[in-house]
């Protein structure tokens, strides 16, 4: 049983090419499977999707049980936030019938793309791209997650009860067109629990939005380690390190 315990734990932080195949595997699996929750947040439940999320629910029983055997520190691990989001998922796929109407939960599944400290190194060591934007990629997937969550709740609560709301196209463009306060008043949310969603996106989704959207076009930080003190996060037109002093070289394109 050790001998499995290795091989699993390899997989997930080993080194070797097998491993970082093994990784990149899942990274494109997730990536599968979003997609797949977002198209099957737009239609009713079918025999076919049904089969579809109980084999989902499956594999990521499988991948959370693996995590959680190799994992040394297990009571910590059960209390970072990507785990419950993990059992989120899962019980949606499980119970569909129960909780389709937080089916839209699902995309959170989004955030665990690149989240894997191991994910990151490979990705850093083969791509030269990645390694100079990497906060840029993670803004664009944390503003994608972000847009889709908000859509699919709008979605879930509204299409039953709004007819102005009958595509996720509709809840789409209603979502793009607040978030962006452009606020064409074509759509609208009429019940009371539309108006609160409304509120709620207005109030706190606006401001999250615009700060995705700045970290997407003006990154607050540069990635450069100082040789003295090993900070890795700069202004980009530092000259000294923040925390030492020492003289920064930060590589530039001129602008």
């Not at 930080?221 to 900070?231: A, D, F, I, P």
Request: with cysteine; proline share 2%.
């Amino acid at each position: 049983m050790s001998k499995l315990k290795n091989k699993i734990d390899n997989l997930y932080n080993g080194s070797s090419r097998q491993a970082v195949h093994f990784r990149y595997g899942l990274v494109a699996f997730d990536v599968t499977t979003i997609t797949f929750f977002i198209v099957t947040s737009m239609v009713e439940i079918s025999p076919v999707i049904l089969a579809l999320d109980f084999t989902l629910a499956a594999i990521l029983s499988m991948d959370f049980l693996a995590r959680l055997w190799i994992e040394k520190k297990r009571l910590a691990h059960m209390m970072h936030l990507m785990t419950w989001i993990d059992l989120i998922v899962i019980f949606t796929l499980l119970a569909p019938v129960l909780t389709g109407n937080f089916a839209f939960l699902r995309v959170m599944r989004a955030l665990r793309l690149l989240r894997s400290y191991h994910v990151l190194k490979d990705l850093r060591r083969e791509f030269r791209f990645f390694a100079n934007n990497e906060d840029l990629i993670h803004s664009i997937i944390s503003l994608f997650v972000f847009i889709f969550f908000i859509t699919a709740l709008v979605y879930v609560m509204e299409v039953r009860v709004n007819p102005e709301i009958s595509t996720y196209m509709d809840a789409l463009y209603f979502t793009i067109a607040t978030l962006t306060t452009t606020g064409f008043g074509d759509i609208t949310l009429h019940d009371p629990m539309g108006r609160a969603l409304s509120v709620g996106i207005m109030v706190f989704g606006v401001a999250l939005f615009l700060r995705l959207v700045q970290t997407i076009f003006h990154p607050a930080k540069v990635r450069h380690t100082c040789s003295t003190c090993g900070l890795k996060r700069h202004d980009p037109d530092a000259v000294h390190c923040k925390h030492c002093g020492q003289i920064m070289h930060i590589e530039t394109d001129g602008s």
